[in-house]
């Protein structure tokens, strides 16, 4: 079983910076691709970023230029740095990885976070 933790999630006003980390713990081979998605109230998740095992990443273009994803392999750990927060950030943050639990069968499932609240307000 894979457990994903997030942390760094809060209330902080406009233009202010937020860090938020997700740590991938249980049985884990392998980590693929690392994502971060929000929800906000009333709407369907959407992609915020995500990054690849080879540190490629992808953005939302709200985000763009604002919000930076990284990750540690070593601590199987995804950050995302949130500078000059606007409220239309506020949502419930998801940090999401595709996870190769063991080295057989080469197969890998997806595993949420439970998520943390961001809230700025307007």
């Known amino acids: 079983q894979v457990q994903l933790v997030e942390s760094g999630g809060g209330l902080v006003q406009p233009g202010g910076s937020l860090r938020l980390s997700c740590a991938a713990s249980g049985s884990i081979f392998r980590i693929n691709d690392m994502g971060w998605y929000r929800q906000a109230p009333g709407k369907e998740r959407e992609l915020v970023a995500n990054i690849t095992s080879t540190d490629s990443t992808n953005y939302a273009d709200s985000v763009k230029g604002r919000f930076t994803i990284s990750r540690d392999n070593a601590k199987n750990t995804v950050y995302l740095q949130m500078n000059n927060l606007k409220s239309v950030d506020t949502a419930v943050y998801y940090c999401?990885?595709?996870?190769?639990?063991?080295?057989?069968?080469?197969?890998?499932?997806?595993?949420w976070g439970q998520g943390t609240q961001v809230t700025v307000p307007s």
């Open positions: 999401e990885a595709d996870v190769q639990p063991t080295i057989w069968p080469p197969r890998a499932y997806v595993y």
